[in-house]
């Protein structure tokens, strides 16, 4: 009997034992959308907008900034960073172990990024969120990175243009989270001051306090097909006012039809649109325009040196 358990039974088991797979994990993709599975490498060759409904996922800032300005003309700027637990919060885990874990998985420092660059040959500074960085919640970090984008909007007299993703305010961060809104929108108040345009492209979601401070604060708003954009959630709101909400209620197209937005725009037509809008609110751009110095580390407060115009 041992012989049989021993030897024979682990020899017939490896023969019909079927191979573990070595699929990615990342290999397919679920459409929120449509609930059907998308190979990967053909959703990223897409735009991340599903083939098959057209649903629009989430993308990360980089893939904002190549999709959105002339290749090769941009880069990022190092950000501010302000202190990373102020509160020393703690819930069920370590607000510093929660955004070490958000780091590791996205690679990046907080939930905003900022770049500089042209889109058909005009300067112009976008600051974008990133939803899979603690849902895009703003901090003390995303108010920094906004206010520098805001300060380096002026110095270069460009447009500023502001992608958001996010579910508001980082509670982590408590009432120094909420005074961002304050904060941001007193940064946007001055670019507006100099006489810059300043455009917000509404991704999904868009809400909370984000929503109630700088993103409908553009001279034009765009968003994205089906993006969430509202203050509230759906059921919060159904039960404080305890009525059904009509279909497709905070869906960018509900709210382009009753004036809370300008433009409801297919990802693939975003970077012409916002060229056109940016055409008509800005003028002509150069003819031939030249690289110019790069500023980085841009900081509040400081004074980086002025790009020279006559780069143009």
């Known amino acids: 009997m041992n012989w049989l358990t021993n030897y024979v039974r682990p020899r017939i088991r490896a023969l019909v034992r079927r191979e573990e797979s070595t699929v990615p994990d990342n290999l397919w993709a679920q459409c929120p959308g449509c609930e059907r599975m998308i190979f990967h490498r053909d959703l990223e060759a897409n735009g991340a907008v599903c083939p098959l409904c057209g649903h629009h996922h989430r993308v990360a800032p980089d893939a904002r900034f ?3 300005f002339d290749a090769g003309s941009w880069q990022t700027i190092e950000l501010p960073k302000p202190a990373a637990d ?6 069920a885990r370590r607000y510093e172990e929660r955004l070490k874990d958000a780091r590791t998985k ?3 420092s907080d939930a905003v990024a900022v770049a500089h660059g042209r889109i058909e040959g005009r300067r112009v500074v976008i600051a974008a969120f990133d939803f899979a960085f603690m849902g895009g919640s703003m901090g ?5 990175a906004l206010v520098a984008a805001a300060e380096l909007a002026r110095l270069q007299a460009a447009p500023l243009v502001v992608v958001t993703a996010s579910g508001g305010a980082r509670m982590q961060e408590g009432a120094l989270s909420l005074m961002q809104m304050a904060r941001t929108t007193a940064a946007i108040a001055t670019v507006k001051e100099a006489g810059l345009p300043y455009i917000t492209l509404l991704a999904d979601p868009t809400t909370g306090g984000v ?6 604060l553009g001279d034009v708003a765009m968003a994205e097909p089906g993006a969430i954009i509202g203050f509230a959630g759906a059921r919060v709101i159904e039960q404080t006012i305890r009525e ?16 809370m937005i300008d433009l409801v725009v297919h ?9 056109r809008i940016l055409g008509l609110l800005c003028g002509a751009p150069p003819s031939q325009p030249e690289s110019s110095p790069p500023i980085d580390n841009v900081q509040p407060h400081l004074k980086p040196i002025a790009v020279d115009d006559d780069a143009d």
């Open 140 to 144: 003390m970090a995303a108010g920094e």
């Open 244 to 259: 059904t909400l009509p279909p497709g209620f905070q869906r960018a197209e509900y709210l382009l039809e009753h004036g």
């Open 86 to 91: 102020p509160l020393r919060f703690r819930d």
């Open 106 to 108: 996205t690679g990046a």
């Open 211 to 216: 929503t109630a401070s700088f993103a409908m």
């Open 66 to 68: 190549q999709a959105l």
């Open 267 to 275: 990802r693939f037509e975003l970077r012409s649109t916002l060229a």
